[in-house]
């Protein structure tokens, strides 16, 4: 067999495989077109620049479940963000000083969070 798939235009995976018409990534569940890998091919490394990964390695995505996996200090807050905290419902947004998630968390209120310290739930 010297045909071979395409790598996810999503995350990059190699391990791609065909189900019907469409090609799947069993890592981040994207489902795309055959024809669709070949038009996009040059916009692959666009979308690799944009894409966001938990502490561990996980790929995020707006809407998602989050913890927090470090007790950090909130500036004018007396309470700190404890380990373990979980923040539902996340918005990635563009970086800025390095936080790429903007999130209301339950107790603190709206923040921005840097993805190097959440964990995917």
Not at 84 to 95: A, E, F, Q, S, Y
Request: proline share 7%; with cysteine.
């Amino acid at each position: 067999m010297t045909d071979t798939l395409p790598p996810c235009p999503l995350c990059g995976s190699e391990y791609s495989y065909e189900m019907g018409e469409l090609l799947v990534c069993p890592e981040c569940a994207h489902e795309w077109s055959a024809s669709e890998s070949a038009e996009s091919a040059d916009d692959a490394p666009d979308q690799q620049e944009t894409l966001v990964k938990d502490a561990v390695g996980n790929v995020l995505a707006t809407g998602d479940t989050v913890s927090i996996v470090k007790t950090m200090k909130v500036k004018g807050s007396p309470q700190d963000l404890k380990i373990g905290t979980k923040v539902r419902n996340i918005r990635l947004i563009t970086p800025v000083n390095g936080h790429d998630i903007d999130a209301k968390v339950d107790g603190f209120g709206p923040m921005k969070l840097k993805s190097s310290i959440v964990k995917k739930v």
